[in-house]
């Protein structure tokens, strides 16, 4: 069972930034997409942004411009920044790796969550 490891979140301040982090075995890590996911309260779960094997980012359009991820293959680990948080921000926020070879998905493994909370 690969298991990933999400460090951060907590309360943070309406304007700041949010710093999340994945870690994943290194058995897996190099063959890996990871996607970062956030389940306001009462609402489905929404991708966020997701990086590729070889380092290549993606951003949904509601963080496009204050989300920055990268992946730090000596540390197998891919981190997340947000900034100019707003209160709607808060929401359990979710890494996700997984592995697509022809089509079929060999790999998907989701990190427990990390609850967010934005305040003033």
């Known amino acids: 069972q690969v298991q990933l490891v999400e460090p951060g979140g907590g309360l943070v301040q309406v304007g700041g930034p949010l710093r999340l982090s994945c870690a994943a075995p290194?058995?897996?890590?190099?063959?890996?997409?990871v996607a970062w996911y956030r389940q306001p309260p009462g609402k489905l779960r929404e991708l966020v942004a997701d990086i590729t094997r070889s380092g290549t980012p993606s951003y949904e359009d509601p963080v496009k411009g204050r989300a920055t991820t990268s992946r730090d293959n000596a540390k197998n680990e891919v981190s997340l920044k947000i900034t100019s948080l707003k209160h709607e921000n808060t929401a359990d926020y979710y890494c996700?790796?997984?592995?697509?070879?022809?089509?079929?998905?060999?790999?998907?493994?989701w990190g427990q969550g990390t609850q967010v909370t934005v305040s003033s």
């Open positions: 290194g058995s897996v890590f190099g063959r890996i997409v």
């Open positions: 996700r790796a997984y592995n697509i070879i022809g089509g079929s998905l060999q790999d998907n493994y």
